[in-house]
């Protein structure tokens, strides 16, 4: 009863074109951008573009709301070391919709972004998006996407049916920074939302 409810609730907010309030964990290995990406979206309105406030590697997490349009959404960015990247998945539970960054320029850690990329996807529900950022696409010597697509094996992930994508940005110029916004609120439907949050209570109760 609960379900059908939560899903006629979310197909009525989205005819009505309701804004939505989710919440995204951002993942990936160290000194990949994630840091400069959270400060890009959390200060979306303060800072101008090619501009942002000097990061140091996240040795805990980060986490932030911000609105996006009509829409408001918490962000969560945890560290990417290997101690934090274990510690951050006891936080997954917490996400509509998670984000996987690699930083674009340098390929030599792809096969190490794709290890980690695969635990995410065979740990987390497949009702919940994956976008994966190519970060520093501006840098000189950055991999083109189609070729970060195969060495991520993004095409054989997408035909099971989960949805994935990936993305080019650039956390320092905003490049591509407004795409990736437009996706997740795209594809977080209300249904979706309402679920999680339905899931989440269930786990607080228990504890």
Not at 131 to 147: C, P, R, W
Request: aromatic residues 8%.
């Amino acid at each position: 009863m609960g379900s059908t409810i939560s899903t006629l609730t979310g197909r009525t907010a989205h005819l009505l074109g309701l804004p939505k309030t989710f919440e995204l964990v951002m993942l990936g290995l160290d000194d990949a951008g994630k840091t400069s990406f959270y400060f890009r979206v959390t200060r979306l309105h303060e800072l101008p573009r090619g501009v942002l406030p000097t990061t140091i590697s996240t040795m805990g997490w980060n986490i932030d709301n911000f609105v996006y349009g009509r829409h408001r959404i918490t962000i969560w960015d945890f560290g990417g070391s290997r101690t934090i990247r274990t510690l951050s998945r006891s936080y997954l539970w917490n996400a509509h919709a998670f984000i996987f960054v690699l930083d674009a320029a340098s390929p030599t850690r792809f096969a190490e972004a794709k290890q980690e990329l695969m635990w995410l996807w065979q740990r987390t529900e497949k009702q919940h998006p994956v976008l994966v950022l190519a970060n520093k696409i501006d840098l000189y010597g950055a991999e083109k996407l189609n070729v970060i697509e195969d060495a991520l094996d993004i095409e054989t992930m997408a035909s099971s049916g989960r949805l994935i994508a990936l993305k080019g940005v650039s956390a320092i110029t905003g490049e591509g920074v407004d795409e990736a916004l437009e996706w997740s609120v795209e594809n977080i439907s209300h249904e979706l939302i309402a679920e999680t949050e339905q899931a989440k209570k269930a786990v607080r109760a228990r504890n």
